[in-house]
């Protein structure tokens, strides 16, 4: 069966990383990024988790995973190497609710982490339903060298000016116009090959046009 894919917002929510290890670390690289507020418990830390409690962009507790770690958090990953007690995590998880990864046990996850790209507030997420987490981060890799970093420059223009047609365009079939012109085949060559001059020119041009 497929998953169903949506978008979290965690900003500000509490989430709990199990584990410091190397794939700890990972998961909370994209945790924080996400704006979510990170604690991290578990008795060692990566350098790389250290370096991030002494500058305060994670909460820590030293020791061992306790079920009352789960207490005011929103979302969970377990990522100790080991078995038992990732099991008892995803236990006391489901008996709570909770959404829940476990890195090593794909059937008790309640949600997966995709391989992602960032372009700003574009992001272009890869699952393979966790069949070949190595096939997602190749295909990431890939997109990564086709959607350059102007894909968030160019996002940031039209969603400025889509937020205006929405507000101030009350002609249905001109709101649609404008709308498509800014994301038509030629303005997405410019784009692809970098030519923000000419795709600020054209969205200009889709607007005015669309509101004269
Ligand atoms: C995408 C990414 C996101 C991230 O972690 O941030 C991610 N794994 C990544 C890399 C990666 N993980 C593994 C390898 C080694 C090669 C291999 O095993 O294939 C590599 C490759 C590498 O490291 O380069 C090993 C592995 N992974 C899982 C298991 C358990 C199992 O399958 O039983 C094992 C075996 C552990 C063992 O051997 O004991 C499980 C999961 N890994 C997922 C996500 C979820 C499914 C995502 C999907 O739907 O595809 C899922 C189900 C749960 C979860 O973790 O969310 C990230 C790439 C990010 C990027 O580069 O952009
Ligand atoms: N899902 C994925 O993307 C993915 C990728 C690679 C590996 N894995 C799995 O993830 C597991 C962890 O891999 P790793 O490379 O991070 O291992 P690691 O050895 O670097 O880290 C494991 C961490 O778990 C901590 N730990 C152990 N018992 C604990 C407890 N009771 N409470 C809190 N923390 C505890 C250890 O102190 C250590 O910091 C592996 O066993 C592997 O099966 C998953």
Known sequence: MGHYLISLDLSDKLCLVIGGGQ???????????????????????????????????????????LPADLNNIFLVISATDNKEVNRQVAEDCASRNLLVNIVDTPEKCNFFVPAVVKRGGLSIAVSTSGRSPLLARKIREELE???GLQYGEFLDLIADIRRDVINNVS??????????????????????????????????????????
């Open 145 to 147: 060298t086709t959607y």
């Open 23 to 65: 794939v700890a670390e990972r998961k909370v690289y994209s945790l924080i990024e996400s704006g979510a507020l990170v604690r991290v418990v578990g008795p060692e830390l990566t350098p790389g988790l250290k370096d991030m409690v002494e500058s305060g962009r994670i909460l820590y507790r030293q020791g061992q995973y």
């Open 171 to 212: 002609d249905k079939n001109k709101k649609k116009e404008i709308l498509e012109n800014m994301v038509c085949d030629e303005v997405l060559d410019f784009l692809k090959s970098g030519r923000m001059d000419m795709v600020k020119e054209r969205i200009l041009s889709a607007y005015r046009s669309g509101r004269t």
